[in-house]
């Protein structure tokens, strides 16, 4: 099972950006669904936004227009930035693979955390006022 590693969060201010990056020790599959999920205190994990092996992209409504989900083609190191942050963003940020995911059949979902797995320690995202 491969093990991810989440960087790059951080404290800021309402409106603020940060870049999470997340990389792999080894990451030789070709058929994927990747993304980014967070859990605040008290709440379940939530998908924030999924990326596919061949580019497909979606977002939860609550990051649409403000997040961006993308991933280096060489080293498949997968990033989030995240622009005119919320306090209500703020949370942990895990990221984590679907490698049961089989491009141009399946569909890659934000909404079911439970399909993934390689789950990293995580990245403090903290928003304030």
């Known amino acids: 099972q491969v093990q991810l590693v989440e960087s790059g969060g951080g404290s800021v201010q309402s409106g603020g950006s940060l870049r999470l990056s997340c990389g792999a020790s080894?990451?030789?599959?070709?058929?994927?669904?990747m993304g980014w999920f967070r859990q605040a205190p008290g709440k379940e994990r939530e998908g924030v936004a999924v990326?596919?092996?061949?580019?497909?992209?979606n977002y939860a409504e609550s990051v649409k227009g403000r997040f961006t989900i993308s991933q280096d083609n060489a080293n498949k190191t997968l990033y989030l930035q995240m622009n005119s942050l919320k306090p209500e963003d703020t949370a942990m940020y895990y990221c984590?693979?679907?490698?049961?995911?089989?491009?141009?059949?399946?569909?890659?979902?934000?909404?079911?955390?439970?399909?993934?797995?390689?789950w990293g320690q995580g990245t403090q995202v903290t928003v304030s006022s």
């Open positions: 984590a693979v679907d490698l049961s995911f089989i491009t141009g059949s399946d569909y890659c979902s934000v909404s079911s955390p439970a399909d993934f797995g390689g």
């Open positions: 990326i596919d092996s061949i580019k497909n992209t």
């Open positions: 080894e990451f030789g599959y070709s058929d994927y669904c």
